[in-house]
């Protein structure tokens, strides 16, 4: 009764040994999938294959109770593949020692050097040990390779393991990391404990197997030497675990801190196109209003100055005529220059108004839509006008706007839509000027690219309505007209 329920304790500690170091791998290689910061990816795999293989290993050790507690002997290959799960466990151990120590070397010193000549000259009394039981006995040879596992890889292997945890301890530190170096240092010395643990091997008549083994530990302590790895297996597992926790919590706050740069860096890269963006506005409106100012110069010089000579000019000749009245040749010729005079008036006149109608200054926006719907009879094209809302003055810069896109518009239409009527439709609202321009022409499509000089008539329009941080929609289809429609916010309304 006694051993069957010792056996049972024993059934729990292997499952909880093997769920420790399997626990340990299974963690290790997902954080090698991470752009791990605890170690490089190929330092941790090795260590992540031993918890695994040796996690397995003690799980089968623990299947392998019943039958045993039975009295069934077992198959030679089930004995042999134990051993192999074993021995390719600590050989990933061994591994991982050895890379480990590779990136990050320890300092060597007459101790470290002692040290390595006392595995040598352990390791070979080992196999001379081995050598003579198998010899001279009747040892299985499986458990000589048992035992020559533990005595010449596990212990090798643990120490080693130990010294690479030690290793990356101090880097650590160095690094700043110091709570990371705690419960590496945690680790470092459970696997120094562990190794010390593969001392009590399997009683077989070897030396010092026949001496230093699990039974006479049990009989000196009362307990199985698989409950002390038991221990040290998860004291090295919530290690690891937890430097792997301090890891990413590290890995989070860094991954925080570089998204906030970013934020911060796309905040101010935004603030700054706001303010581009503005400055851009504020440019175009000066630009509008310094060719509008200079428009406005040069209509009035040739209104003051050029009419005023024409005039004169007009009136000398009406004067020549009447003197000249007996020639008739000089005569004719005066009258050709009359003609010719009233000729550069009109064109003139044309001209100024073009540049710069009065009626925009003086009478307002709808006075200067009215103007073009008149201008464009010469050219042939018949405009209707529809008023809606209450009209009233607005701020210069955009009626002078609103007055360029209605008459770039038209000049299209002109050109291009290969129509003779066309509308013009004025809203106004409370917060909002609207401006449609519609004809039934041939159409265009809108998303098409324009090779300058095409299309520069357009993104003049564009950049006038921006200026005033107004939108410009273009509605057009091969065939079924086009409909310019402008939309203005207006704050600064005049009485």
């Not at 000259?121 to 020559?148: E, H, K, Q």
């Not at 470092?188 to 010092?208: E, H, N, S």
């Not at 706001?274 to 040739?302: G, K, M, P, S, Y």
Request: neutral net charge; charged residues 20%.
């Amino acid at each position: 009764m006694a051993g069957q329920s010792f056996d049972l304790v024993l059934l729990v500690v292997y499952f909880a040994y093997g769920l420790a170091f399997f626990g340990m791998g299974l963690t290790l290689a997902l954080e090698s999938e991470r752009s791990p910061a605890l170690a490089e990816a190929r330092l941790l795999r090795p260590l992540a294959a031993f918890g695994m293989l040796h996690g397995a290993h003690e799980w089968l050790d623990s299947y392998l109770l019943q039958p045993v507690a039975g009295g069934l002997q077992l198959p030679a290959w089930l004995l042999w593949l134990r051993l192999g799960m074993l021995a390719t466990s600590f050989f990933f151990l061994l591994v991982y020692g050895i890379l480990t120590l590779r990136v990050h070397p320890l300092k060597p010193g007459a101790s470290a050097y002692a040290g390595w000549s006392a595995l040598a000259v352990y390791g070979l009394g080992i196999l001379a040990s081995a050598v003579f039981t198998y010899r001279t006995g009747t040892t299985l040879l499986v458990n000589v390779f048992d035992v020559l596992t533990r005595y010449l890889l596990a212990v090798p292997a643990a120490f080693l393991a130990a010294l690479a945890l030690r290793a990356e301890a101090l880097s650590a530190l160095t690094g700043g990391r110091r709570r990371v170096m705690v419960f590496l240092t945690w680790a470092a010395i459970g696997f120094g404990l562990y190794g010390l643990t593969q001392l009590f091997v399997p009683a077989i008549d070897m030396f010092p197997a026949r001496d230093l083994n699990s039974t006479v530990f049990r009989t000196f302590t009362g307990f199985p030497i698989q409950v002390l790895r038991a221990l040290l297996a998860v004291l090295i597992t919530l290690s690891l675990l937890r430097a792997t926790q301090i890891v990413e919590k590290e890995r989070q706050l860094q991954l925080l801190s570089a998204q906030q740069a970013r934020l911060d860096a796309l905040e101010r890269i935004q603030n700054e196109l706001t303010e581009r963006e503005a400055l851009r506005r504020e440019l175009l409106r000066h630009t509008v209003r310094a060719q509008e100012e200079e428009r406005t110069r040069i209509a009035r010089e040739l209104h003051d100055e050029t009419s005023q000579v024409l005039t004169a000019f007009s009136l000398d000749l009406a004067t020549l005529q009447t003197v000249v009245c007996d020639r008739s040749e000089v005569k004719n010729l005066v009258d050709r220059l009359q003609v010719l005079c009233k000729q550069m008036s009109q064109g003139l006149y044309r001209l100024v108004h073009d540049l710069r109608p009065a009626q925009l200054d003086d009478l307002g926006l709808i006075s200067a839509l009215e103007y073009l719907k008149d201008d464009s009879v010469s050219a042939g094209l018949d405009v209707s006008m529809d008023i809606q809302g209450k009209a009233r003055r607005l701020d210069t810069v955009i009626e002078t706007v609103l007055f360029r896109v209605a008459q770039e518009a038209l000049h299209n239409v002109v050109r291009h839509a290969q129509v003779r009527q066309a509308r013009i439709l004025l809203v106004y609202q409370s917060q909002e000027i609207t401006l449609k321009i519609e004809d039934s022409g041939i159409g265009f499509n809108p998303v098409q690219s324009f090779a300058p000089p095409r299309g520069w008539g357009l993104a003049g329009m564009r950049e006038r309505i921006e200026s005033v941080g107004g939108q410009l929609i273009i509605e057009s289809e091969p065939g079924k007209g086009t409909i310019v429609e402008v939309a203005v916010p207006v704050f600064d309304i005049l009485p």
